[in-house]
């Protein structure tokens, strides 16, 4: 199982630096901002979740975390020009690392005996606190409080996850499908431009 961790916190880092540094680059960042924003990008989520937990922050104690971030933003910084002919590079990126970090934010979860609401909390918290930091960073209104689905989706993927899991469903259905479901659900809500309603203040 530690070693599922493991592979998922890698891959979801690097996914997540990737998504930072390019949201970064169409900011117009300086190369040191590149880094700056998918080093907080890659490791927000995860550093709350540690700490709401009482558990050691996972990057401060294993330098191969900060070594992933830097060459996702590597990566981004020498391909930008290669991405740039795919539009829906950045969305892909984000919503692999989303779907990454709210399983793995689950696990973890289960793995300290926490009850079912806890591990839902904890799951959106590792999966989408990066990228609140990151809009918040680049002076945008973050992705969460506006009418696009995207916490939900993770509530979603977790709560599926979960069920899965309660109900000792094959350990390979349990681990692929909650993450196949987070990345089809935001590529359709996305699409579709589906959303939740929005509330307005009248003036």
């Known amino acids: 199982m530690e070693e599922i ?35 907080v990008t890659s490791i927000g989520g995860g550093t709350l979740r540690d700490i709401l937990i009482g558990k050691d922050v996972f990057w401060i104690f294993d330098p191969t975390y900060p070594y992933i971030i830097m060459g996702g933003s590597i990566f981004a910084l020498v391909f930008n020009k290669c991405l740039e002919y795919l ?10 690392g989303l779907a990454l970090f709210t399983i793995l934010g689950a696990e973890i979860g289960l ?19 990066g990228g609140v930091l990151r809009d918040v960073l680049v002076n945008e209104v973050p992705v969460i409080f506006r009418k696009e689905i995207y916490a939900t989706i993770s509530i979603a993927g977790a709560s599926l996850y979960l ?8 350990y390979y259905i349990t681990e692929l499908v909650p993450v196949l479901f987070i990345i089809i659900l935001r590529f359709i809500v996305v699409r579709y431009k589906i959303s939740l309603p929005g509330i307005y203040k009248k003036i």
């Open 87 to 96: 539009r829906s590079t950045l969305l892909v990126f984000d919503t692999v």
């Open 163 to 170: 069920l899965l899991k309660l109900y000792n469903v094959g």
């Open 5 to 39: 961790y493991s592979i998922l916190m890698m891959v979801g880092t690097f996914v997540l630096a990737i998504s930072g540094a390019l949201t970064a680059m169409e900011r117009k960042f300086d190369v040191f901002g590149v880094f700056i924003i998918a080093f």
């Open 111 to 129: 793995s300290y005996d926490l009850n079912m609401l806890s591990c839902v909390i904890l799951a959106t918290i590792t999966g989408v606190v």
